[in-house]
């Protein structure tokens, strides 16, 4: 079974930063791209950024404006996002998943993810 633990949102103010991880567990992690997506209130859930098995190829959304970094570390199967310059649009739960490599740019979590709790990011202004 796949399972993700999503950690490191909190409140902050806009211009902020915040760093989330995630570790997961359940599948080969280093076999696919892995991905943040987040839900905002009432809205569905929309991917944020991939990044490639090998960390070779990133992925983002174009409203993000460079302001997010994805990173992975296959050696312990973890994923980061690193947020900079947070803004109120960014209020969101946060989570990760593996992505489907063949929809890539789209971002698009596998069919067989499994949601984890997330964490949640809010940005006041």
């Known amino acids: 079974q796949v399972t993700a633990v999503e950690s490191g949102g909190e409140l902050v103010q806009a211009g902020g930063s915040l760093r989330l991880s995630c570790t997961a567990s359940?599948?080969?992690?280093?076999?696919?791209?892995m991905g943040w997506f987040r839900q905002k209130e009432g809205k569905e859930r929309e991917g944020v950024s991939c990044v490639s098995w090998n960390s070779q190829h990133h992925y983002y959304i174009d409203s993000l404006k460079g302001r997010f970094t994805i990173s992975r570390d296959n050696a312990i199967d973890a994923l980061y996002l690193q947020m900079d310059n947070l803004q109120p649009e960014d209020t969101a739960m946060y989570y990760c998943?593996?992505?489907?490599?063949?929809?890539?740019?789209?971002?698009?979590?596998?069919?067989?993810?499994?949601w984890g709790q997330g964490t949640q990011v809010t940005v006041s202004s």
């Open positions: 998943a593996p992505c489907q490599s063949s929809k890539l740019p789209d971002l698009v979590p596998v069919e067989f993810v499994t």
């Open positions: 359940g599948f080969r992690f280093a076999d696919y791209a």
